[in-house]
């Protein structure tokens, strides 16, 4: 796929590996647009990244809906979502209750699957298009106090799988990245952006990656690519 021109949807693109993601798409040339939850921080990485936002909330079906409203009125065509909004509650097994579930869940994997679902119809009509889900390493292994992030996340890799079986007949790349510890204001509170130590990843490694996996010539895809801090101790 070539990105220069291409029109490219990431949500959760206010901070973090979305707003990276975003910017490192506009210096290759892409049309990006950019959600988020809060308008004011969106616009300032709108700002910061030349994307287009669209204050929205994924776990909004009304939301999803207008989000392609105004991203198709804005540029006119879609050739890649970044499924990249996600959430994280951490409590030991006793703590967690359905509340919890349903919170994370409902950004994690069912806003995942509406956005995709919506992205599917525009691609069938043209002939193609790339889905990227960002994943994340407790998917493939869970951790202390995981219980509810891992099983979001090993929920939006088995969809990833589903949609990979539907889909490649319609021409329809479908590529889960799965990323380890990355410095972001994920999980922080005050949602101020964590410094990374040198041994850290950054979300420069992960805007890496999904480059890598987008400019592979559209006749091979890459199913899953997890990155790993090099040496994180």
């Not at 070539?2 to 798409?25: C, E, H, M, P």
């Not at 679902?117 to 995981?146: C, L, M, P």
């Not at 939006?156 to 972001?184: F, K, Y």
Request: hydrophobic share 45%.
């Amino acid at each position: 796929m070539n990105l220069q021109n291409a029109k490219i949807l990431v949500t959760g693109g206010s901070l973090g590996i979305g707003k990276v993601a975003a910017k490192v798409f506009v210096d290759k040339g892409a049309q990006v647009g950019i959600t988020g939850r809060d308008a004011a921080t969106l616009e300032t990485a709108a700002k910061e990244t030349g994307a287009f936002p669209i204050t929205a909330d994924v776990a909004k079906p009304d939301d999803v809906a207008r989000t392609y409203e105004e991203f198709l009125g804005h540029f006119d065509g879609l050739d890649c979502l970044v499924n990249n909004a996600g959430i994280g509650v951490f409590k030991t097994l006793e703590e967690t209750d359905t509340d919890d579930f349903n919170q994370v869940f409902s950004v994690n994997v069912f806003g995942a699957a509406r956005m995709a679902a919506h992205a599917v119809e525009i691609f069938k009509k043209q002939g193609g298009g790339n889905i990227i889900n960002i994943g994340s390493t407790a998917a493939e292994k869970g951790f202390e106090r995981g219980t509810i992030y891992s099983a979001s996340k090993f929920a939006l890799r088995g969809m990833t799988q589903c949609w990979q079986a539907e889909l490649r007949r319609h021409n329809i790349r479908v590529m889960l990245v799965d990323p380890s510890e990355v410095a972001t204001a994920f999980a922080n509170p005050d949602r101020v952006e964590r410094e990374a130590p040198a041994n850290k990843l950054t979300s420069y490694e992960i805007a890496h990656a999904l480059v890598s996996v987008l400019e592979m010539d559209n006749r091979g895809m890459i199913p899953e690519l997890s990155v790993w801090a090099t040496n994180p101790w």
